[in-house]
């Protein structure tokens, strides 16, 4: 027993990790469909980004020397601009070809501009004075924009291949770039006493310490960046996880209700008793009918007539509690207690039955069988609660009361009825409605004996 303690906390442990796994999941389509909208939103706003701070960039040059030659520039960043915008176009979830050919192509442009002189420049001088201007920073903006798009992988990959590009752009210009021996010889001469100093002011040279220290913050910068969107990104599957189970709980509990429950801040399936109504629906003559027709027949008139009874809940305020085969359990005051509860589960009968005599019509019209279905309902006390283990936990209603609404379901046969409700029902609904609490169309059945059940009970039907 003693070891008992730590397996538990492994096996739980396990659990928990396995439905992380399964909630990141490349298939979880709650995961993708919010990866696809925060790819799509942040690959929106860096193209307008991008647009606005190259446009900026441009005055910036036109600003720092007003030339003729600066158009040069201005059309590369035109260039840049579109490539956002084919970003925008081709984006998607998951790796891309496209979006990673698009990438590199920005990064190696960036380069090219920032290292190739300018071939409609009127002077000339030595290459490796580009490095002079300051320009690297504009990588930066390239990895800003990135940050808002894409994963961090995708961060990270970039500032390893930005380093790469740099330091074969840097080695391009300091084997094949422009030199001015003579002016290299003047600096030298001025700056004889002072070799540390002569090294960054020599025109000819790319100051590799300097390039060096460039490439080295970049990737610090987009390691730093990668960890903070793979963090966001885990917030995002945080994100995914909740309307996964907001999605659960609208399997079952009408939508006005999932909101509540989400935002519950004690444990909702903590076991406890309440009163309830308690609703059971059920098809008539189903196993005849699943013998004599196909499969797929049989399957369609089921979820024709699920559809029927989930409306009919759903719209009435009520909890579907589960499927039982061709038929279904409800209840109305889980997990919130209302005054209005047997009423609901009242009309909610009547809608069921309503609703499936329209659905009839309808299989008829298609040539397929009729449907005739059974509703009872009960009021009363129940156990209600989490039951079941971490693996597969159920939130159940329990007890009398859903015994006896099953054997009401079931009485209708015999009492040549659609609907049969216990008087402690139609008793609540007068209690809440101030009147004699006698629903139009229902019939009063004294002291009704049910199977399994020692005292009888007065019912109403319909």
């Not at 070809?97 to 920032?114: F, K, Q």
Request: net charge neutral.
């Amino acid at each position: 027993m003693a070891s008992s303690g730590p397996v538990e906390i492994f096996r739980n442990l396990s659990l928990r990790r396995a439905a992380e796994e399964r909630l990141a999941s490349p298939e979880n389509p709650f995961l993708l469909e919010a990866l696809r909208k925060e790819k799509l939103e942040g690959q929106r706003i860096a193209a307008w980004a991008r647009t606005i701070a190259l446009t900026a960039s441009g005055v910036l040059i036109a600003f720092q020397n007003a030339s003729w030659s600066m158009l040069y520039f201005h059309g590369l960043l035109l260039v840049f601009i579109g490539l956002g915008w084919a970003q925008l176009r081709f984006a998607t979830v998951g790796r891309s070809r496209i979006e990673l050919m698009l990438i590199l192509a920005d990064l190696v442009l960036l380069a090219v501009a920032l290292t190739v002189p300018n071939p409609f420049a009127s002077e000339s001088f030595p290459t490796a004075m580009i490095f002079r201007f300051d320009t690297f920073p504009y990588f930066f903006i390239i990895l800003a924009l990135a940050t808002l798009a894409y994963s961090w992988r995708t961060i990270l990959t970039m500032g390893s291949v930005v380093i790469v590009i740099w330091g074969v752009a840097v080695l391009g210009v300091a084997l094949f770039g422009n030199t001015d021996p003579e002016l290299g010889a003047r600096v030298a001469a001025a700056f004889a006493g002072m070799p540390s100093l002569r090294g960054i002011v020599d025109p000819n040279s790319v100051v590799w310490s300097i390039r060096v220290q460039e490439m080295l913050l970049f990737f610090l910068v987009a390691a730093i960046l990668a960890l903070r969107g793979q963090r966001s990104n885990a917030l995002l599957i945080r994100q995914a996880g909740i309307a996964a189970e907001r999605a659960n709980l609208s399997r079952y509990f009408p939508p006005s209700m999932v909101d509540e429950l989400a935002a519950a801040r004690n444990d909702v399936g903590a076991v406890r008793s309440q009163d309830v109504a308690v609703l059971f629906a059920d098809i008539v003559g189903f196993t005849q009918l699943a013998e004599r027709e196909t499969p797929e027949t049989v399957m369609q008139l089921l979820r024709r007539c699920h559809g029927v009874i989930e409306h009919a809940i759903f719209s009435n305020g009520g909890t579907l509690d589960k499927y039982l085969g061709d038929g279904v359990m409800a209840t109305f005051g889980t997990p919130r207690i209302s005054p209005t509860d047997c009423a609901n589960a009242l009309a909610a009968a009547r809608d069921i039955v309503q609703g499936m005599a329209a659905a009839n019509t309808e299989l008829a019209a298609a040539g397929l069988p009729t449907l005739s279905i059974s509703v009872g309902v009960h009021f009363g006390p129940a156990i209600l609660g989490n039951i079941g283990t971490e693996r597969r936990l159920e939130f159940a209603t329990l007890g009398d009361t859903v015994n006896v609404a099953s054997r009401l379901e079931a009485a209708t046969r015999a009492l040549g009825c659609r609907i049969v409700a216990s008087d402690a029902v139609v008793s609540r609904v007068g209690e809440a409605g101030g009147g004699n609490g006698v629903p139009d169309g229902f019939r009063r059945v004294p002291a009704l004996a049910l199977r399994g059940r020692e005292a009888p009970i007065d019912v109403w039907v319909a």
